[in-house]
């Protein structure tokens, strides 16, 4: 739920070599800016998923399912 296939990261298949060249290939590749893009958006995922907010949110909800 944390990295997004081609939104934040890449997925691939780590029995199958192929997939893993496959991948890392395509991580080589791609331009800085799509590496960088990548990074903000996992830094938006991480900052809404654990936040304080988020946090207290989750954890009230925790308690009140008791």
């Given amino acids: 739920y944390i ?3 081609n939104v934040n990261g890449l997925f691939f298949d780590p ?3 192929q997939s893993i060249y496959e991948g890392l290939k395509m991580i ?3 331009p800085r800016e ?3 893009l990548w990074g903000k958006e996992s830094r938006r995922i991480a900052e809404e998923l654990f ?3 988020s946090f207290v ?3 009230v909800n925790l308690i009140e399912e008791l």
Wanted: glycine share 0%; charged share 35%; net charge negative.
């Fill in 3 to 5: 990295v997004q296939d």
């Fill in 57 to 59: 949110r989750k954890y």
């Fill in 34 to 36: 799509q590496l960088s």
């Fill in 28 to 30: 080589i590749d791609l």
């Fill in 51 to 53: 936040s304080q907010e």
């Fill in 15 to 17: 029995n199958e070599v």
